[in-house]
């Protein structure tokens, strides 16, 4: 398998086995989380690990080494991405599985296993006509204050949703224009998402315009917005204006 179809294989599979860890009826609250995390976490490391033994690796449910630092091809995967809503039988959670080259988002898939779907790098869907008024998919709980700024300022409609990568790939598929996060996160949270939206031709980057850069010693990523082209300008010059 090329690389893409790798990640996007695993997702998909990744995605069936916690599917089936939910369906067991073996755990219930946060327990079923935990293991549809760690179930889904080994797998994806094993297989990684089996697959591209040369590769670095960083997962959110492993524990980090120096030893990716070093690596030009660095593989970075979120088992559950949205652990409440996948506990809740929720759709929008998400699988996600990606290899940075040289700290850049290229090769990745991010599956939706609630709508049995995953988005992929070397399989670009057509992104559907923009609405004439913008949407804006914000955390369901709690919407980033920036966002909220951003949002009033364009007149945007705000669409609540679960994970980072539901979010993401609700801009892909049509169903958003803007995904706006200033709420902190980490590098596993927007690596796949980002290598996706770009292969489809999207807006990718922080809030400051700034490329996402990923395999860092420090693996926190406080923001990024993913945005249709024709939005980014705009929104950036927003978020600019926002006083810190």
Known sequence: MTDAELAAHLAEVAGKILIQ???SGMFEGKSLGKAGDQTANQFLCHAIAQQRPDDGLLSEESRDTDERLIKERVWIVDPVDGTREYGEAR???AVHVALCLGGKPEIGA???PGLDMVLRTDRPIEVPPAA???RMV???TRPAREALAVAEAIGAELVGMGSAGAKAMAVVRGEAEIYLHTGGQYEWDSAAPAAVALAHGLHASRID???LTYNQADTYMPDLVICRPEWAERVLAEVAKIPG
Do not use: H, I, N, Y
Request: charged share 20%; proline share 11%; hydrophobic share 40%.
């Open 132 to 134: 004439a008024t913008p």
């Open 91 to 93: 759709s929008d959670w």
């Open 21 to 23: 860890v939910r369906e």
């Open 209 to 211: 315009g700034s490329p």
């Open 110 to 112: 991010v599956a939706l």
């Open 138 to 140: 914000v955390s369901r």
